[in-house]
């Protein structure tokens, strides 16, 4: 992937935009993109700098997604609606080509990290509350006033906002802005043009100011380490990667979605909606809860993985309605003519709000209450699913309750960095920092 069409080395220090960025650290990557930390010399704030690979499928699907994140922040322009915000966008020239670059504000670790440091034990019913009240204020945006679809929504897709945030608040988040490449770099010595000299004055200057303030600042110590805990916070989070999403009169793709998010009616090919990001939702909220996914579908003798994932869906959830079984492009490969399924005969049913209880022994109030909220959601008939408005009406998530497994997950088990991420990254290929 480190070539010609392929990612973009980054090193710490290296400039962007004339001088504008300055590459920090690494906060992770994509199939199509990495992503960097980077300090915004302009506006003295961090962003996180998304380099897209270079090829001409790679530069097309960039401005597919700058066009829908356009859109967004447009449409945004006091930043509440729970999605991310697009601060800028060019191009920058590299060994291995043109590279579209966007710049976004710097948000914390996505819902996926979260779920993994929790170490897969779900988190509190009042958290997962919280973060499902971001995403449906996220998703009625996209759906009810912008008509964007994501079609990728799963918890790596949601990243946390920052407690304290190291953007608005360099001094207590302990870092200092890294202005130009460590010495001794033998690649260093890039030239620095007079607007570069000028910005990275303005930036020393700023950063020189940051010091001294919080050398004034005696107890906090020159490098405080930022809030990694949840305890007692409001959980705040974002809607990102905008790479897949679609308007929903020009849809293009027949495949969306990532396996274990994926909504029935996409699966039998009978034609998808906005309802489909709903359903993700309901699957990204339970695995909150639960710490697992919900629909972990494998292929095995005689059966393929898309017909286990029918399966799963109905020991769960019930029968499918025959009409919506058998109303599909593909339907006819998994189902008779009769609604059943041809090669999985014998179903071990269940329902949610049992699943919730003698799996993952939630009370029994809290399980049927969950229950209540996600199943109508769950709807293999895609017109019955309520929209996220709806959703947001639901008196689950304003109602809070205090319980033992409520008591006991605040307490302990949620020691969550939502910012400066200690978390090591594992090193690829083209990372050479
Ligand atoms: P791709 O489209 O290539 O999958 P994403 O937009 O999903 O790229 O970003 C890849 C990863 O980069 C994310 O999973 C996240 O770890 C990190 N990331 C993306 N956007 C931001 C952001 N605004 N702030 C912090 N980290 C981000
Ligand atoms: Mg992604």
């Known amino acids: 992937s480190y070539r010609k069409g392929g990612y973009h080395a980054v090193r710490v220090g290296d400039a962007f935009a004339g001088g504008r960025y300055i590459a920090q650290r690494k906060l992770g990557w994509g199939q199509f993109s990495t992503v960097w930390l980077a300090y915004d010399t302009r506006s003295s704030i961090y962003v996180a700098l998304k380099i897209q690979k270079s090829g001409p499928q790679f530069a097309q699907a960039a401005l597919h997604e700058i066009e829908f994140l356009s859109a967004i922040a447009k449409g945004d322009t006091s930043n509440c609606r729970c999605v991310v915000q697009l601060v800028d966008h060019f191009k920058h020239a590299g060994p291995n080509g043109q590279h579209w670059c966007m710049v976004l504000e710097f948000l914390g670790d996505s819902l996926l990290r979260l779920i993994r440091y929790n ?76 607007i570069e000299k000028k910005l990275k004055q303005r930036a020393r200057r700023a950063v020189a ?152 022994k939630f009370s029994d109030s809290d399980a049927r209450e969950f229950a209540e909220f996600l199943c109508p959601i769950l709807d293999f008939v895609p017109e019955k699913r309520p929209t996220a408005q709806q959703c947001l009406q639901h008196p689950w998530l304003n109602t809070k309750n205090i319980n033992q497994k409520e008591s006991k997950s605040e307490s302990s088990a949620e020691k969550v960095d939502v910012g400066m991420s200690n978390l090591k990254i594992k090193d690829e290929p083209w990372h050479r920092q």
């Not at 009169?249 to 969306?256: P, S, V, Y």
């Open 119 to 194: 170490r897969y034990k779900g988190l509190a019913l009042n958290k997962v509350r919280e973060i499902c009240k971001c995403i449906l204020t996220g998703l009625d945006y996209l759906h009810r006033e912008l008509g964007i679809m994501h079609t990728d929504l799963k918890p790596e897709n949601i990243l946390l906002c920052s407690a304290i945030d190291p953007a608005k608040d360099p001094i207590r988040s302990g870092m200092t802005p890294i202005l130009e490449r460590p010495e001794g770099n033998p690649n260093g010595g890039v030239t620095i043009n007079i």
């Open 209 to 360: 100011r940051i010091s001294e303030r919080r050398a004034s600042m005696g107890g906090v110590g020159a490098h405080p380490k930022p809030d990694r805990c949840l305890d007692g916070i409001d959980v705040r989070c974002k809607v990102v990667d905008f790479g897949n999403a679609c308007w929903a009169d020009k849809q293009f793709a027949e495949e969306i979605q990532t396996r274990q998010y994926r909504a029935p009616e996409v699966i039998l090919q009978s034609g998808y909606s906005f309802s489909v990001d709903m359903w993700s939702f309901a699957c990204t909220a339970l695995e909150l809860a639960t710490g697992e996914m919900l629909f972990t579908p494998k292929g095995g003798q005689g059966f393929s993985e898309d017909e286990d994932h029918l399966a799963l869906m109905m020991e769960l959830l019930g029968k499918i309605p025959r009409k919506i079984a058998i109303g599909g492009a593909r339907s006819k490969d998994y189902f008779d003519r009769h609604g059943d399924l041809k090669r999985i005969r014998r179903l071990k049913y269940w329902t949610l709000d049992r699943l919730l209880v003698d799996k993952y």
